[in-house]
């Protein structure tokens, strides 16, 4: 009897293990009303810039220890069929025979997709970027493929918590969780969480908060919004603090130029086409922020 009871729980180890791995909710309110709030979080699935845009950015990695870097980018994007699709492109800082140009090409929605070209490779089409890669932090920033593409808000595994205060202002809170463990590649310091929590202003339908959690429960990294910027009639996120808690590195990314309402052509957001140069922005367009 013994030994048919201890084969019985070592069956279900498996089982628990993973819901140990799994963060619990903390309810901010007395039962959330989980069919609003699946409402709320599936009409933010598709909020974004309207229209072909052009952001120009920086990026400000400031390390616990040692030197400050600064990285330079911009972003071409446009709304998809299934999603946002974005051209970003960044430059290590660098001038002359030093400075390296990296492109991405991301592809939001269902089955989001990356891809990836790098100019001293003379290459002319993209690479595919592999799913472990997008958790890969970006040039030895705190940034990554993933909080760009941010596919936990399409994952259908969440619990609405109810409204949280994030930064003074009220945000509707979720926790969700990824359909299959993530994975990384090992010996780059990527960060795997076990799940995200998101916070969604209420007013501004605009993420706020995002913190990657581990099976605990416990931050990983935080990402916060800092500014929004009001250009025409859209708002536009102006900095963002990406915080790693495991290293307490932190990365500023601020959006410094805008132009909006542009006529992209399609071959901007196509993989085969990496190679060819990207558009210039008219300067009457530009709006500095």
């Known amino acids: 009897m013994r030994r048919v009871l201890f084969f019985g729980l070592v069956a279900l180890l498996p089982v628990f293990g993973w819901a140990a791995e799994r963060p619990q909710p903390k309810f901010l309110e007395k039962s959330p009303d989980q069919v609003e709030g699946a409402r ?157 929590r998101v916070y969604l202003d209420t007013q501004f339908k605009a993420l706020t908060q995002a913190e990657w959690l581990d099976g605990a429960g416990k931050a990983l990294k935080t990402v916060t919004v800092l500014d929004l910027k009001k250009s025409g009639d859209q708002w536009l996120v102006k900095s963002i603090d990406l915080r790693n808690a495991q290293t307490r590195d932190k990365t500023r990314f601020s959006a410094t130029a805008v132009a909006l309402d542009m006529a992209w052509p399609t071959s901007l957001f196509s993989s085969e086409h990496f190679g060819e140069p990207s558009p210039l922005v008219p300067p009457e367009k530009i709006e500095r922020l």
Not at 68 to 74: F, I, N, Q
Not at 97 to 107: F, G, H, N
């Open 40 to 196: 709320v979080l599936h009409s933010f699935r598709n909020v974004g810039i309207q229209g072909d845009y052009w952001l120009q950015f920086e990026l400000r990695v400031m390390p616990r220890r040692g030197p400050e870097r600064l990285l330079a980018g911009d972003l071409f994007g446009r709304q998809g069929r299934q999603g946002p699709l974005t051209r970003l492109r960044t430059v290590n800082g660098l001038s002359g025979a030093a400075a390296r140009e990296v492109t991405y090409l991301l592809e939001n929605g269902e089955n989001a997709t990356a891809w990836k070209w790098n100019e001293a490779t003379a290459q002319t089409a993209a690479t595919p970027v592999a799913d472990a890669q997008l958790l890969a932090p970006l040039e030895r920033t705190d940034l990554t493929l993933f909080d760009l593409q941010m596919p936990f808000l399409r994952w259908s595994d969440f619990v609405y918590e109810g409204v949280a205060n994030v930064r003074g202002r009220p945000a509707h809170a979720y926790l969700l969780y990824p359909p299959q463990p993530l994975t990384a590649p090992a010996g780059d310091g990527a960060l795997v969480p076990a799940a995200v």
